[in-house]
């Protein structure tokens, strides 16, 4: 990805190479589905009070460049 990312880190020996928080073990992921559960981010940093806004911010920032460089091959209609 061509947008830097310093506070989102993989790590093959941390939450087997996903993408997280640099310096915590929470995934980007677990940001993500707390936010799409309808969490505020008041909410998460409660959860995690070793977390800043800007640290929920950076996760939704690391998914939304990944999801733009993401391949969509589309499927003919004979083959769903």
């Keep these: 990805m061509s947008t830097s990312h310093d506070r989102i880190t993989t790590d093959p020996e941390v939450m087997f190479g996903k993408p997280v928080v640099k ?3 929470v995934p ?3 940001i993500l589905r707390k936010l799409g559960a309808g969490q505020s981010i008041a909410t998460i940093l409660e959860d995690h009070p070793h977390l800043s806004d800007a640290d929920v911010y950076a996760a939704v920032r690391y998914a939304a460049d990944y999801m733009a460089h993401e391949e ?3 499927m ?3 083959e769903r």
């Design 72 to 74: 969509v091959v589309p």
């Design 76 to 78: 003919r209609e004979d």
């Design 23 to 25: 310096g915590t073990r």
């Design 28 to 30: 980007v992921e677990h």
